[in-house]
């Protein structure tokens, strides 16, 4: 995960970079050249002066003119020295950032980079480049450094502690639903909820009220005796949200910490699908309402976050498969675009393939 951006994004840095080192390496030995010409011309005229004093008046006049024309010389040299760092100091217009930030873009683009994230980078390298005097050789740093901030920036959400949240909850069970598209990893996901869950000494029923597709509930039940846990089910083709409903009071029944409910795949434009969503929420009232998204679907996937959200509300964002994800940009990208926080990172198929997600971690990724 992130070799890939890290790689195209540093490339493209060490291009802007190396434009704009040369640019001032041009300007640095035109300057150069000037500098020595100027001296050769300073030197000859001390040299013909020179001539011209032959008696001792005129030797002694000769001293006093050459102390006059070392102290012109120094004076000249502290002028050039100050014109070199002039020139080594250089200036972007608004018109070259533009055409400089071009290749950082694209990069940023092909790695599934949002738009507004961009946009938000480009606004913040902006106002440290633009106008702004720049030594040769500190270019790099300003971009890494502001890249680094802006993206600090970007995940700037609160961190959620599943376990905490549970164990806050004095009326149980603590309710999940886990709501995507098809095939986007919501059975595996709670496979490794109640996994971790477990792992917490907290007691977890999951719910199969994915009804719909053929084989759904035997795959709940799977996963089921994979973690060790108890799933509430009914036939194929019945009402998923009577399923859900059973889920919640066993649990009240059972005193079990946590019901995880389990959903068909739908898409936010199938109503009747979306109305059966409603119903689901609307009798097992979660207390969170999880989004699962492969992180691979890019732009697509923080689409569907937006949609859902608008027809469903969504608490947060679980990103399946993203140990395929080389570029990781949509990582970056969801929680500034859809507002919503990301819990969990699905990096495989095992039970301990779940990472909390953590904006150090990714930071740490991205630029060490
Ligand atoms: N590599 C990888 N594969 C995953 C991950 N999460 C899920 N999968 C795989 O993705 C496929 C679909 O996962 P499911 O959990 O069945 O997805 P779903 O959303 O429940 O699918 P439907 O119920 O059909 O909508 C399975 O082959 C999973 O093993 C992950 O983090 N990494
Ligand atoms: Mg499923």
């Known amino acids: 995960m992130f070799s890939f951006i890290k790689d195209k994004v540093k490339s493209a840095i060490s291009n802007i970079t190396d434009r ?62 100050k014109v070199t760092e002039a020139v080594t100091t250089k200036k972007i217009s608004e018109s070259q950032f533009e055409e400089l930030f071009w290749d950082l873009e694209v990069e940023l683009l092909e790695n599934n980079v ?52 549970v164990k806050k909850k004095k009326e149980k069970p603590y309710v999940i639903v886990f709501i995507g598209v098809n095939g986007s990893g919501k059975t595996t996901s709670i496979a490794k909820i109640a996994h971790m869950l477990k792992k917490h000494n907290l007691s977890c029923v999951l719910a199969a009220a994915d009804t719909f597709r053929a084989a759904s509930i ?43 409910i389990d ?37 697509d996937c923080i689409d569907q976050i937006k949609d859902f959200d608008a027809a469903i509300h969504i608490d947060g964002v679980i990103l399946s498969k993203a140990e395929i994800d080389e570029k990781g940009g949509t990582a970056i990208s969801v929680s500034y675009v859809t507002k919503k926080p990301i819990y969990f990172l699905g990096v495989g198929q095992e039970l301990d393939d779940l990472k909390v997600f953590q904006k150090e971690g990714i930071i740490k990724n991205l630029f060490s």
């Open 20 to 81: 704009f080192d040369k640019e001032a390496e041009i300007v640095e030995t035109k300057e150069k050249i000037l500098e020595e010409a100027a001296e050769i011309l300073e030197e000859k005229k001390v040299i013909k002066e020179e001539k011209k004093k032959e008696t001792k008046t005129e030797k002694k006049k000769l001293v006093q003119e050459a102390t006059k024309k070392e102290e012109v010389k120094e004076e000249k040299k502290g002028f050039f020295a």
């Open 114 to 165: 949002a738009f507004e994230v961009i946009e938000k980078i480009k606004q913040d390298l902006k106002a440290k480049l633009i106008d702004v005097a720049l030594k040769r050789g500190e270019v790099e740093k300003i971009i890494l450094q502001s890249l680094k901030e802006s993206i600090e920036e970007v995940l700037d959400f609160e961190s959620f502690d599943l376990v905490e949240a």
């Open 218 to 260: 035997d795959q709940l039940e799977e996963q089921g005796k994979r973690v060790g846990v108890k799933v509430i089910k009914h036939d194929y083709g019945s009402d998923p949200a009577a399923v859900a409903f059973d889920g919640v009071k066993y649990a009240q029944q059972k005193r079990i910490d946590v019901v995880l």
């Open 263 to 299: 959903t068909a795949g739908r898409q936010h434009s199938n109503i009747n699908l979306m109305d059966e969503m409603k119903k689901i929420i609307r009798v097992s009232k979660p207390d969170l309402k999880i989004y699962i998204g492969e992180m691979i679907a890019g732009n």
